[in-house]
C-alpha cells in the first residue's frame, strides 16, 4: 500500500513562488509508476497538473501550467516536488499528490489508485 503525505502549500500573492512536496512510502521496487500533481478548486473537477513516469523519468504537464511549474523526484528520499513559479489567482486550489503503477494517460484521475490528503495553494491578486 502507498502512503503520500504533501506539504508546502500556502499563500502567496501572483507572481510569487511555492514549491511543493510528496513524501511517498510502500511503494513496489518491482513496478513503474505514474506520480502525479492534481488540483481541485470549489465546484471544479480534479484536474491533472503534472506528472512523472519513473520509467522514462519523463515529464508531463497540463498546458495551463507548463514553462511556469517543474515537476521532480528526488528517488533517494521517495519525494515528489511540485516547484511552482509565476503563479496566478486561478491556480489557487487544493493540490493532491497521487500514484498509480503502470501507464495510460497520465491526467486520468480516476486511474490513480493512491491520494495524498492535499495542501492548500491560494494566490492572491
Known amino acids: 500500500q502507498v502512503h503520500l503525505v504533501e506539504s508546502g502549500g500556502g499563500s502567496v500573492q501572483a507572481g510569487g513562488s511555492l514549491r511543493l512536496s510528496c513524501v511517498g512510502s510502500g511503494y513496489d521496487s518491482s513496478l513503474h509508476y505514474f506520480l502525479g500533481w492534481f488540483r481541485q478548486s470549489p465546484g471544479k473537477e480534479r484536474e491533472g497538473v503534472a506528472a512523472?513516469?519513473?520509467?522514462?523519468?519523463?515529464?508531463y504537464y497540463a498546458d495551463s501550467v507548463k514553462g511556469r511549474f517543474t515537476i521532480s523526484q528526488d528517488k533517494a528520499t521517495n519525494t515528489l516536488y511540485l516547484q511552482m513559479n509565476s503563479l496566478k489567482p486561478e491556480d489557487t486550489a487544493v493540490y493532491y499528490c497521487?500514484?498509480?503503477?503502470?501507464?495510460?494517460?497520465?491526467?486520468?484521475?480516476?486511474?490513480?489508485?493512491?491520494w495524498g490528503q492535499g495542501t492548500q495553494v491560494t494566490v492572491s491578486s
Open positions: 512523472f513516469y519513473t520509467y522514462y523519468s519523463s515529464t
Open positions: 497521487a500514484a498509480r503503477p503502470g501507464g495510460g494517460w497520465w491526467n486520468e484521475a480516476s486511474t490513480y489508485k493512491f
